[in-house]
């Protein structure tokens, strides 16, 4: 079973910026389609973007042009790279294939304040 880890989260002020790693083990990472979602508290998780294999994006239109997803698959990994973030992106993040067919991680959380 293929083994999701995320880092890079933290406290960032409005405005800020902050950049996302997911590492995945298995040998199917750079076939698979990937999302970065998020949780929220009291909300149900969310995918905010995705990119396929061959690196082809796209986005929650509530961070569109704020959030850019990127891969290496020959590091299997995926990163989430947010600026201008907003209270409202308070979450944890996680990532995961599309079809959510991995295991979750922990997540890493994102605190969004001043």
């Known amino acids: 079973q293929v083994q999701l880890v995320e880092s890079g989260g933290g406290l960032v002020q409005p405005g800020g910026s902050l950049r996302l790693s997911c590492g995945a083990s298995g040998s199917t990472f750079r076939l698979v389609t990937m999302g970065w979602y998020r949780q929220a508290p009291g909300k149900e998780r969310e995918l905010v973007a995705g990119i396929t294999g061959g690196g082809i994006t796209n986005y929650a239109d509530s961070v569109k042009g704020r959030f850019t997803i990127s891969r290496d698959n020959a590091k299997k990994s995926m990163y989430l790279q947010m600026s201008s973030l907003k209270p409202e992106d308070t979450a944890v993040y996680y990532c995961?294939?599309?079809?959510?067919?991995?295991?979750w991680g922990k997540g890493t959380l994102v605190t969004v304040s001043s």
């Open positions: 995961n294939t599309i079809s959510q067919r991995w295991n």
